[in-house]
């Protein structure tokens, strides 16, 4: 019993570190971009030219406009992931200088972060994938499509990373990212039970009223979590 236990703690222990790593996200977005691409070309083989332009966010184009609007996704996803995910790893070991390498792992960590990037690659990857069956007779109307919805929403999501990546680097939001980590740890490594019959005994002690003449005290109620 103690054995399976032991097991079960060791696998949940390595669980959590696969979910914690940078690459575990976005590599399995990137294998779901390349299933869905896959399949939406699947799609497109069984659909005609005419079944195909009948829907209604999918318009009629040649085999080198799709070729050139697939290229010019994934050359700009993979341009954009590189430029900007270095600047930002500049940036952040900057400032972990001053605030210490919490900052880089939380980073890391952050799950976010693991979206943006996991969008990007996916996006990449799922137009290279698309790009590589378009031929001169058969053009894959509904996975193009597809393609560029998931580009016009890396541009939104390019626009969040830079504002959370912006965020994230700044005091506040460092110590309330620790609070939160001890907030979540506290029930670990104290849990309710433990002192339990201390504070019972402490609630029981007479308390010694403050003197005559001194300084009045009263309760502060924060509305709000946050730090001084």
């Known amino acids: 019993m103690s054995r399976l236990r032991h097991l079960g703690s060791s696998l949940e222990s390595h669980w959590d570190s696969l979910r914690g790593s940078y690459w575990f996200v976005p590599s399995a977005m990137a294998l779901a971009a390349s299933a869905l691409a896959f399949a939406l070309l699947e799609v497109d083989a069984r659909l005609t030219r005419i079944e195909a332009i009948r829907i209604p966010w999918i318009q009629e184009a040649g085999a080198e406009g799709t070729r050139a609007l697939l290229s010019t996704v994934a050359g700009s996803m993979i341009t954009v992931t590189g430029v900007v995910f270095s600047i ?31 969008t990007f690659v996916a996006t990449f990857l799922y137009s290279l994938l698309v790009l590589r069956a378009v031929e001169a007779d058969r053009v894959p109307h509904v996975a193009t499509a597809v393609a560029f919805g998931l580009a016009v929403t890396s541009v939104f999501v390019l626009i969040w990373f830079v504002h959370h990546a912006a965020s994230s680097i700044q005091a506040s939001s460092i110590v309330a990212s620790v609070a ?33 003449g001194s300084v009045r005290a009263a309760d502060v109620v924060a509305a709000s979590s946050g730090y001084l």
């Open 180 to 212: 939160d980590e001890i907030a979540c740890e506290l029930p670990t490594l104290f849990p309710e039970e433990l002192g339990r019959a201390t504070r019972d005994a402490d609630a029981s002690a007479d308390v010694a009223a403050p003197a005559e």
């Open 88 to 118: 930002t790893i500049v940036a952040l070991t900057l400032a972990s200088s001053q605030f210490g390498p919490r900052l880089l792992r939380n980073f890391l960590r952050d799950r976010g972060n693991q979206l943006v990037l996991g």
